[in-house]
């Protein structure tokens, strides 16, 4: 087939204009041929015989005439095994793999293989010769990748039913090795290697049924799993101002969750902040596997100075590789840090193509594509009956901290648990500065409701009494509000916040959760009575600081025994009656 | 290919559009015009027209000037001989000096491989103790120095040129007032620092699109000196006026603007100068440090509000000092407990007692009856102003922290303060005559106050 080219006539910023004499699909790839380099572009709108094309990187010293070819590929990823604990740009190019070739500087118009095609992988054969009614998505067999095994599956985009010709027996393998022949209903044979191409803004829907998401998704962070929980297979943002918290909460987040596998797509970020995890995670065990962190993280690092254009690609590429391990029966969380970062990228896109703009600038499609990215979450059915979840969690930098703008809204709309961020908290070095009073999730606590709701109630009624406080002070407050003020107070600081750099206290998991939150509870519920505001004040001091050091001991440790003892006495001490409920 | 056009088609703010073939994107032009040549730079071709932004302005350009495409993109000289020199936003010698024009490197060149980078783990040494106690200075840190205008901003980076410990400073200038520049000049002359400076100087008089070039050229000649093992502070004032150019520059581009104006990639933009910001390993390193004056002391402006998502942490100078709140070095967690035992001791409890003694004040201004504790936390406040938030204070590291135990003794007993009883009996100062007054009647209000518990001690700094 000839090769399909096309001629640049104008150029702005990344956007080029082609035009083009053979047919071309939209979002398409193209290259940029610049001496011998060959720089990445992708077709977003075609008018004519014109292709506007946003090149993936810089295009200074590109001229009116340069030809561009034109692949017939849409922007697509390679699937196989070997993806993880790889660290990858937001076109899913291996970075460390460009490190060891070109040193400091990612030079412009290179291209590396995401896998490795030298590597042998121990294949074992699900299939026999003639097995049929295979469907896109149907095992043949599986290799081992670190801890998981990762099943090699007909293709997605191969539709309708096939039966085996022939399947390799079990040995050892490169990528892209022959591993099996199979057969479609009209009698064509398809050669099968263990890697395929998926294109990253469509789907992979090579499952049963999608089914509605309810089991709890333990993050170990006590403010989220208690009081707004995240289901696998759900959606939640992190909206917040600078300096909020928001990537160590992702980072914790990353390290903590219960779940297989780990994607991090640090969009439009610092490049510091995804150093700190890509030196660390090698070094760090996860409690589950005994293996380090890295075994089971994916990284999609696309940070601020890199190109804009593969900023708005890393977040599909993002998403497709957290599909493709659904696929194997797998829970995957996505963590998007940050969404705000992608929207601009498109913000910049649109500005370029003249469109008219909505609100802010951005164009009139933002929500519509936040949603279709959050809807990429959800929890399968397989095509063996095996489920498997991708969780979606994005952070959200809104312009000035102010929730009032597009992307926050955009994102609200769509997602089921909201962690807003508030600077307050984090200047009070409240950590994490997740509001508990704004949050909210849709999703079910582990916890009983009435708990919950007991201790919400005594946050608001005591946020309130904060707020009289400060135009009346101390001397205007009743002794009853006094303490209300008190409680509220004490459960913010002894279970809302978590010391992130504690051994400990870092991850609580639900069992000790629910302990300590019936403890709190109890505290809540028991009426005290002090001659003195200073007393009050004193009283819940001490219990305060008795809860904190048990919040740092182990759970089984004789100390911490000891301490559940001192609290259980304090309590006591200062317990005039037991009642239902805080007054108020 | 070196091309001449004589019809300029249209002049429209500073950006002019000729006709022109085989020209490539950013390529530089130089248009001859009856008051001089000026440097011009392709922003963007359609077929055969080509937009340029010209450096010198529009004014008194004739529609029959001349445009000469040099071939190349911006560039810039790079060599040991620029160490004192100044120079203007197009790279020409701004002192009489000869033009250097070997060795030419191109600007805004390719970005570092981020898993090429290594965690930051050295600290630079200012002697302001507002910043080398509390918000540590890290080498390969971003950090803006967010200020009202009126500040005493660049007076603060001058004195920092001077005194902190890295190899060189390269110093950009961007819409300066010339007396400002006049200043840097002979401040840093008479400090006897100007053979580590190169200045990349454009003042407010030089034409608004030339100070879009500063900043690249500033970090691509850091680049080259850090690659060649030169620990490198760049320092640039002001980004906010950069960040105008752009806009200015954007509308005349019929750009949709996105916020008050300013384009939709202004964070790109930003972050794509900020970000060059790096620690090579086995080779130097590029710090920046860079105002940005916020308009009407709004830090949701869309300069500082985008700086403060690109960069690690922020310094607020307000009130002619370092504000303890507000201000943060995101990376000062890596190097501050390598250098004395008690920094982070000193840096948290100093700062928690601190924020108690603006509550108290806050009181005292409403007319609140004081109490005992009260009134030693005006004292701390006050010792606190004097000794280590005013800037004059220049004192080694070591030295302010013993300070700070000092004024610590001065105003309070040991139970008063936080601080493990290990540190207190290491450097709480023996024979110090403790403040007494109104102790004993004051038993009650002298109990540690909120926030001064062990959970909160480590948790200074998350960001």
């Known amino acids: 087939?000839?090769?399909?080219?096309?001629?640049?006539?104008?150029?702005?910023?990344?956007?080029?204009?082609?035009?083009?004499?053979?047919?071309?699909?939209?979002?398409?790839?193209?290259?940029?041929?610049?001496?011998?380099?060959?720089?990445?572009?992708?077709?977003?709108?075609?008018?004519?015989?014109?292709?506007?094309?946003?090149?993936?990187?810089?295009?200074?010293?590109?001229?009116?005439?340069?030809?561009?070819?034109?692949?017939?590929?849409?922007?697509?990823?390679?699937?196989?095994?070997?993806?993880?604990?790889?660290?990858?740009?937001?076109?899913?190019?291996?970075?460390?793999?460009?490190?060891?070739?070109?040193?400091?500087?990612?030079?412009?118009?290179?291209?590396?293989?995401?896998?490795?095609?030298?590597?042998?992988?121990?294949?074992?054969?699900?299939?026999?010769?003639?097995?049929?009614?295979?469907?896109?998505?149907?095992?043949?067999?599986?290799?081992?990748?670190?801890?998981?095994?990762?099943?090699?599956?007909?293709?997605?985009?191969?539709?309708?039913?096939?039966?085996?010709?022939?399947?390799?027996?079990?040995?050892?393998?490169?990528?892209?090795?022959?591993?099996?022949?199979?057969?479609?209903?009209?009698?064509?044979?398809?050669?099968?290697?263990?890697?395929?191409?998926?294109?990253?803004?469509?789907?992979?829907?090579?499952?049963?049924?999608?089914?509605?998401?309810?089991?709890?998704?333990?993050?170990?962070?006590?403010?989220?799993?208690?009081?707004?929980?995240?289901?696998?297979?759900?959606?939640?943002?992190?909206?917040?101002?600078?300096?909020?918290?928001?990537?160590?909460?992702?980072?914790?987040?990353?390290?903590?969750?219960?779940?297989?596998?780990?994607?991090?797509?640090?969009?439009?970020?610092?490049?510091?902040?995804?150093?700190?995890?890509?030196?660390?995670?090698?070094?760090?065990?996860?409690?589950?596997?005994?293996?380090?962190?890295?075994?089971?993280?994916?990284?999609?690092?696309?940070?601020?100075?890199?190109?804009?254009?593969?900023?708005?690609?890393?977040?599909?590429?993002?998403?497709?590789?957290?599909?493709?391990?659904?696929?194997?029966?797998?829970?995957?969380?996505?963590?998007?840090?940050?969404?705000?970062?992608?929207?601009?990228?498109?913000?910049?896109?649109?500005?370029?193509?003249?469109?008219?703009?909505?609100?802010?600038?951005?164009?009139?499609?933002?929500?519509?594509?936040?949603?279709?990215?959050?809807?990429?979450?959800?929890?399968?059915?397989?095509?063996?009956?095996?489920?498997?979840?991708?969780?979606?969690?994005?952070?959200?930098?809104?312009?000035?901290?102010?929730?009032?703008?597009?992307?926050?809204?955009?994102?609200?709309?769509?997602?089921?648990?909201?962690?807003?961020?508030?600077?307050?908290?984090?200047?009070?070095?409240?950590?994490?500065?997740?509001?508990?009073?704004?949050?909210?999730?849709?999703?079910?606590?582990?916890?009983?409701?009435?708990?919950?709701?007991?201790?919400?109630?005594v946050l608001f009624k005591g946020n309130e009494v904060y707020q009289m406080m400060k135009v009346v002070g101390e001397e205007g407050t009743s002794m009853e509000d006094f303490c209300l003020y008190l409680k509220s107070e004490f459960l913010d600081s002894v279970y809302l916040q978590q010391n992130a750099f504690d051994k400990v206290d870092a991850a609580t998991d639900l069992s000790r959760q629910e302990k300590m939150l019936v403890k709190v509870i109890e505290v809540l519920d028991t009426s005290f009575s002090f001659e003195k505001k200073e007393e009050a004040r004193r009283f819940f001091y001490e219990i305060r600081q008795l809860f904190i050091d048990c919040n740092y001991k182990e759970i089984d440790s004789q100390d911490f025994k000891n301490q559940e003892q001192a609290i259980n006495e304090l309590i006591n001490k200062g317990a005039v009656a037991k009642c239902d409920s805080p007054k108020g | 290919m070196k091309q001449v056009h004589s019809k300029i088609l249209s002049v429209v703010g500073n950006v002019i559009t000729v006709k022109g073939s085989g020209v490539s994107y950013e390529e530089l032009a130089e248009i001859r015009t009856v008051r001089g040549k000026s440097l011009a730079q392709v922003i963007r071709l359609d077929r055969d027209i080509v937009s340029l932004q010209v450096f010198a302005g529009s004014r008194g350009i004739s529609t029959s000037d001349e445009v000469r495409f040099l071939g190349a993109p911006m560039r810039v000289t790079f060599s040991p001989n620029m160490l004192g020199r100044i120079f203007d936003g197009s790279g020409m010698p701004r002192d009489n000096g000869p033009a250097l024009t070997d060795n030419l490197i191109e600007i805004s060149g390719p970005i570092v491989n981020p898993v090429k980078r290594i965690i930051p783990k050295r600290m630079i040494r200012t002697n302001i103790p507002m910043i080398d106690v509390f918000n540590s200075l890290v080498v390969s840190q971003k950090l803006p120095i967010f200020s009202v205008s009126g500040e005493p901003y660049n007076e603060l980076l001058a004195r920092i040129a001077m005194q902190a410990q890295v190899d060189m400073i390269i110093l950009g200038g961007i819409g300066l007032k010339f007396d400002q520049y006049m200043f840097f000049r002979d401040t840093l002359e008479e400090g006897g620092a100007l053979s580590r400076t190169i200045f990349f100087m454009h003042t407010a008089s030089d034409p608004t699109v030339e100070g879009l070039m500063v900043p690249d050229l500033c970090l691509a000649v850091a680049e080259k000196f850090a690659l060649g093992g030169k620990d490198v502070l760049v320092l640039l004032t002001d980004m906010t006026n950069f960040a105008d150019a752009l806009k200015e520059i954007s509308i005349t581009m019929e750009q949709v603007p996105s916020n008050r104006g300013y384009p939709g990639d202004l964070y790109s933009q930003l972050a794509a100068r900020y970000e060059k910001a790096v620690d090579f390993q086995e080779a130097g390193s590029i710090t920046v440090l860079a105002v940005t004056t916020m308009p009407a002391d709004d830090v949701t402006h869309p300069v500082p509000d985008n700086t403060g998502y690109i960069t690690e942490g922020q310094l607020y100078l307000k009130g002619g000092h370092i504000e303890p709140f507000g201000s943060l070095s995101r990376l000062k967690q890596q190097v501050n407990d390598k250098t004395r035992r008690d920094h982070r001791a000193i840096m948290d409890g100093m700062i928690q007692l601190y924020a108690q003694y603006r509550e108290t004040e806050e009181k005292r201004a409403m007319g609140f009856r004081m109490s005992g504790w009260d009134k030693k936390l005006l004292k701390y406040g006050d010792l606190f102003e004097q000794q280590m938030m005013d800037l004059s204070v220049n004192i080694s590291l070591e030295k302010a922290l013993d300070n700070g135990w000092n004024i610590l003794a001065q105003c309070f007993v040991p139970q008063e303060t936080s601080f493990k009883t290990d540190l207190i009996d290491e450097f709480w100062p023996k024979n110090m005559s403790n403040n007494t007054e109104g102790q004993a009647e004051d038993k009650e209000s002298s109990f540690p106050p909120q926030g001064l518990d062990e959970s909160e001690e480590d948790s200074d700094g998350e960001n």
């Not at chain 1, 118009?109 to 699900?126: C, I, M, N, R, S």
């Not at chain 1, 969009?267 to 995670?281: I, K, Y």
């Not at chain 1, 508030?422 to 708990?451: H, Q, T």
Request: hydrophobic content about 40%; proline content about 5%; glycine content about 8%.
């Open chain 1, 1 to 457: 087939m000839n090769k399909n080219y096309g001629e640049i006539i104008s150029i702005y910023g990344n956007m080029i204009t082609v035009e083009f004499f053979a047919n071309i699909v939209q979002n398409e790839v193209g290259y940029v041929l610049i001496g011998d380099q060959r720089l990445k572009a992708e077709v977003i709108k075609i008018k004519g015989n014109t292709a506007y094309m946003q090149v993936f990187e810089s295009t200074k010293g590109l001229k009116i005439g340069d030809k561009v070819e034109f692949s017939g590929q849409m922007l697509s990823v390679q699937l196989g095994p070997g993806i993880l604990s790889q660290i990858y740009d937001g076109l899913q190019n291996p970075l460390p793999e460009l490190a060891s070739e070109y040193g400091f500087f990612l030079p412009r118009g290179v291209h590396l293989e995401a896998l490795d095609y030298q590597k042998k992988w121990h294949f074992t054969p699900l299939v026999k010769v003639n097995s049929s009614k295979l469907i896109a998505g149907s095992p043949l067999g599986y290799v081992r990748e670190g801890l998981f095994k990762h099943y090699i599956m007909v293709p997605f985009n191969f539709y309708g039913d096939y039966s085996v010709e022939e399947i390799a027996s079990a040995g050892d393998f490169c990528v892209n090795d022959i591993i099996a022949k199979i057969r479609d209903e009209k009698e064509v044979v398809k050669e099968l290697s263990m890697v395929f191409q998926w294109p990253i803004k469509i789907p992979i829907k090579a499952y049963r049924q999608k089914l509605s998401p309810k089991d709890a998704l333990v993050t170990k962070i006590r403010i989220i799993d208690t009081f707004f929980p995240i289901v696998a297979g759900g959606t939640y943002c992190i909206p917040g101002p600078f300096g909020a918290g928001k990537t160590v909460l992702q980072q914790i987040t990353s390290r903590y969750a219960q779940v297989d596998i780990v994607i991090i797509a640090a969009c439009g970020e610092r490049a510091g902040e995804v150093v700190e995890t890509l030196r660390e995670f090698p070094k760090i065990k996860d409690s589950r596997s005994g293996k380090t962190l890295m075994e089971r993280t994916i990284i999609i690092c696309n940070t601020s100075s890199m190109p804009v254009a593969a900023r708005e690609a890393s977040v599909y590429t993002a998403a497709t590789l957290g599909e493709y391990y659904r696929q194997m029966g797998l829970s995957v969380l996505l963590l998007a840090d940050s969404t705000s970062r992608w929207a601009q990228a498109m913000r910049e896109v649109s500005g370029r193509l003249e469109e008219i703009p909505g609100e802010e600038a951005y164009p009139a499609y933002l929500e519509s594509r936040i949603a279709e990215f959050y809807e990429r979450s959800g929890v399968v059915e397989l095509g063996d009956g095996e489920k498997g979840s991708l969780t979606i969690g994005g952070t959200v930098s809104p312009a000035g901290g102010n929730f009032d703008e597009p992307v926050t809204q955009a994102t609200l709309k769509v997602v089921g648990a909201f962690h807003g961020l508030s600077r307050d908290r984090a200047n009070a070095r409240r950590f994490p500065s997740i509001d508990p009073l704004e949050s909210w999730s849709r999703y079910k606590s582990f916890v009983p409701a009435e708990l919950i709701a007991k201790a919400k109630k």
